[in-house]
């Protein structure tokens, strides 16, 4: 499986947007790039996917650098309850099903 | 819409026991996995299963585990003959199809003494 390089931590300040960085420059062309993030004492909780595009939910934005060596996830205004570990995960299509989870980044934010 | 559910939330076993771990997926999802997160370290895949069918079982130890999702009724994880090194959070995550994202448990606490 290919690889994801994440910081180890990040903070940022209370209704401020939150970029987090994930660099993945093995990446395949059949690898989709997806985020999930797990909050204190909880079960992982998926956030977003994408392949190419950019990407926009209710919860986040997916920002994929045009190489596809790199992606962003976009908090665009975080509250005290997005505080959790943020995996970025590369799964290739058709069939395998596991997820490989690496150390993430722990997001704090400052009220 | 209930989430996937998992129980016991937190089970304690003395060492030879065996445990038991269950896992509800969400409603319409049939395809369930395990996983384990030992302190301090990353959710590690155990197990894929389907209805009756184990899929992709590369994850699970050799000896003692097993698991299986019965055409009805839970999945279930066993672990027999627990040793304390078997002490982590086990989650469960269903989904309804291939490639779809994941849905996850709030997870089993297993503690050995």
């Known amino acids: 499986d290919a690889k994801t390089t994440q910081p180890n931590s990040m903070e940022s300040n209370e209704e401020e947007p939150v970029h987090l960085p994930c660099n993945h420059s093995?990446?395949?062309?059949?690898?989709?790039i997806h985020w999930y993030r797990q909050l204190p004492s909880q079960g992982p909780e998926y956030v977003i996917h994408?392949?190419?595009s950019n990407v926009n939910n209710r919860m986040a934005s997916l920002a994929i650098a045009e190489d596809r060596k790199s992606s962003t996830l976009i908090l665009h205004r975080a509250t005290l309850r997005d505080a959790a570990v943020y995996y970025c995960?590369?799964?290739?299509?058709?069939?395998?099903?596991?997820?490989?989870f690496g150390t993430g980044t722990r997001l704090t934010i400052i009220p | 819409n209930a989430g996937v559910m998992q129980n016991p939330r937190h089970l304690v076993r003395r060492r030879g026991q065996e445990a038991r771990l269950r896992c509800s997926p969400m409603?319409?999802?049939?395809?369930v996995y395990w996983y384990r997160q030992l302190p301090e370290e990353g959710l590690k895949f155990m197990v894929y299963?389907?209805?009756?069918?184990?899929?992709?079982e590369s994850g699970m130890p050799k000896e003692r585990f097993s698991a299986e999702f019965p055409k009805e009724g839970p999945s279930i994880l066993r672990i027999q003959q627990v040793v304390r090194g078997d002490s982590a959070a086990y989650f469960c995550?269903?989904?309804?199809?291939?490639?779809?994202?994941?849905?996850f448990g709030d997870g089993t606490r297993l503690s050995i003494l």
């Open positions: 995550a269903s989904s309804p199809g291939v490639d779809q994202p994941q849905h």
């Open positions: 093995t990446i395949s062309g059949t690898d989709y």
């Open positions: 994408g392949l190419t």
């Open positions: 995960i590369l799964r290739r299509n058709f069939g395998n099903e596991k997820l490989t």
């Open positions: 409603k319409g999802h049939s395809h």
């Open positions: 299963l389907q209805k009756e069918n184990i899929i992709d």
